[in-house]
């Protein structure tokens, strides 16, 4: 069959853990799906995360504590974001969004409407595995939040205060409880938070390629390539690639931190931006004993996550610039300098840091709905730092959505509309809206 004639129900733009996720819940409907991706496994950010899957991971970026960082997000003096400036000025929408959503009002709503979706990531992430016959890569071992000094701690306190009116648990962790936790961490710290409900995958790349077999042996089917453009047709919809064309009735599009080019050909501008992250892997020590779970030194702005027996994976905070801007290695080395005094570490372990982009919008929440223009178009995408956990129930919704089935959780907060055009005061509800 030539590429030209390729027909599908259902066409799933990007293969990284939401497209493949959706791509598997929407055969589960019986839909006949193609999922269209170029199928470089290290180009997706899914591959290159810290495998975190927590209920807690409810607070996005832009928090209340913005306005006293933002001198040192300024001069690129915090270890968690590194911004390149002129880049800030060319995603001028998402700035300002951003900007708006850093009220502690809206940091509650975002938590508040993100609870659902992470309550449902590690059971959605256990029943994949255990079809994928993946379970091995999944275990629920909790991660733990480390602050090394008290007032750090203190700066948290709306975060647990907000963590304990939505029940989810947590225990503080006082120095000799850090190192009952994790004997391998030979730095000390003021105080921690474990976080119990929380899953950790110790290859994330590993995960997705069992749930691509997965996806396969239910009769779906996949093609190689770059979306180059969508365009509605009476019918459906006209899939341009770098191949030729695919025709289908519906269109999922979850094409990661790429999916704001893709949508603005079709004259939607959202408010998104790329947040990019690196990762490196070093042994541990052969004296060192192991890290049984991720951990976010939130002194270093980073997290290491072990990966397989002796192993760490290094992950950087944020860089906000162009996607396609050359590496920039300076964040990675400085928290692989850290990790150095966090753990014992052996070799290096990669030739070069894995780089990668999270598909960021400015509140922190993902677009999950059907495009405000165009019948047949689903938007999903935009899950910042929570795309690898919250994948696996994003398909469920964009399955339900595309079925008209009631959504299995609501996904009004996460309509497309909100990011749309500048963020707007509305001083009667207090609340933000997008023109
Ligand atoms: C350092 C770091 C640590 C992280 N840690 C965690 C964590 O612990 N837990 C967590 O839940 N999340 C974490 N994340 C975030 C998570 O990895 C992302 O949210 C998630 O991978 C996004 O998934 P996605 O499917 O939307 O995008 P991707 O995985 O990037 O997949 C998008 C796919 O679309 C394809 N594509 C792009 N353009 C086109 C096109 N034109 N045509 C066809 N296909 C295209 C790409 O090649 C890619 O395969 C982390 C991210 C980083 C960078």
Redesign the pocket.
Known sequence: MSVETVKAEVVV????????ASAIALRDRGLDVLL?????AR????????????RG?IFPMSSPALWAKLPSYLRNADRGLRLRHTHVARVLPWTAHFLASARTSAWERAAGSLLPLTSA?LPAHLALAERAGAGHLLRRCGWIKLYRTHAAFAGAALERAILGRHGVSFEILDPDDIRAAEPALIRSYAQGMLLPETGAVSD?GGL?EAYQQLYLGLGGRTLR????GLKPEAEGWCVR?DGGTVRARQVVL??????G??ARGLGYRFAFAA?????AHYALHPESPPLTR?VLDTGAGS?I?PMGEGRVRV???VELNAREAPPDYVQIEAAAQEAGGTLRLGASLDNRPWM????STPDGLPVIGPAPRHRGLIF????????????PITGRLVADLATGAPPAVPVAPFAPQRLLGWPRWNPVQGRQRAD
Do not use: K, Q
């Open positions: 733009v990007g293969g990284g853990m939401v497209g493949l269209c991706d170029p199928g470089e180009a997706r950010t899914s591959y290159g995360n810290a495998g975190v899957i927590s991971s990531a994330p997705l390539m770059v979306t180059t690639h979850a094409a990661g931190a790429a999916s080019e893709i947040e990019r992250g690196y990762h991720p997290i996550a992950l950087s905070g990668g982009a999270r598909p999903a995408f935009g899950h910042g730092h929570i795309g690898l956990s919250t994948g």
